[in-house]
């Protein structure tokens, strides 16, 4: 089974404050690595994604850092909004996605 | 329409029910996915679809799930005879790429059908 591993479970973080999320998993084959974001009652919605061949990945407010090497990548969230406050799913995808065990971030105002 | 579209959004059966859960997705879309979404966790793949190709269906966890897509657009999951361990938020997930061979392009999804099993 392919395990994907997320940190951390949950995350609170003040208002402009930096939200990091880390992804590491375990499968060599993947070969794209999306952040999804999902609000209560919806469904997932593609944030940012990256490629193998590039390291790093930056559109607006948010960044996504990839480590080859390591296995892992990570969402760094920069000035963080109350509207940010969603879960957060690493997908790692080769023939299909595997979707991380995700974490609640909570912006306060 | 304009994103995916799932029916119905609320289902309750009583244990050892039949249930059915209707997808459709994007126009055009060649790839369709049903994922498994239990309280608190991640989603978990089912099955996957290829146009009317059902190309993995690893994810099922028993002989009473079953998908199909037979004009390579709408798709049903049926789950019979249905156990309390089956409640679940049952997302369907549409794509315009194949990934017979490599996981890229991004997943549309529907806001899921929401099943619970008395």
């Known amino acids: 089974q392919q395990q994907v591993k997320q940190s951390p479970q949950s995350l609170i973080v003040q208002k402009g404050g930096i939200s990091i999320i880390n992804c590491a998993y375990e499968n060599t084959a993947f070969d794209y690595f999306p952040w999804y974001q999902q609000f209560p009652g919806k469904g997932p919605a593609l944030l940012i994604a990256?490629?193998?061949?590039?390291s790093e990945k930056k559109e607006g407010r948010f960044t996504i850092s990839f480590n080859k090497s390591a296995k892992q990548f990570s969402l760094h969230i920069m000035d963080s909004q109350p509207g940010d406050s969603a879960t957060y799913f690493c997908a790692p995808g080769g023939q299909n996605f595997v979707f991380g065990p995700g974490t609640r971030l909570s912006v306060l105002p | 329409g304009a994103g995916v579209s799932q029916s119905p959004r609320y289902k309750v059966a009583k244990r050892g029910q039949d249930v059915a859960l209707r997808c459709d997705p994007i126009?055009?879309?060649?790839?369709l996915f049903w994922y498994q979404q239990a309280l608190g966790q991640g989603p978990e793949f089912l099955t996957y679809?290829?146009?009317?190709?059902?190309?993995?269906k690893s994810g099922l966890p028993s002989d009473r799930f079953f998908a199909e897509r037979p004009e390579g657009s709408v798709s049903t999951l049926k789950i019979q005879r249905t156990q309390q361990e089956d409640s679940a938020v049952y997302l369907c997930?549409?794509?315009?790429?194949?990934?017979?061979?490599?996981?890229?392009?991004?997943?549309?999804f529907g806001e899921g059908s929401r099943l619970t099993v008395l």
């Open positions: 126009s055009g879309h060649v790839s």
């Open positions: 679809f290829q146009n009317e190709a059902q190309l993995d």
């Open positions: 997930a549409s794509s315009l790429l194949q990934f017979a061979r490599s996981g890229t392009g991004e997943l549309f």
């Open positions: 990256i490629r193998p061949d590039v």
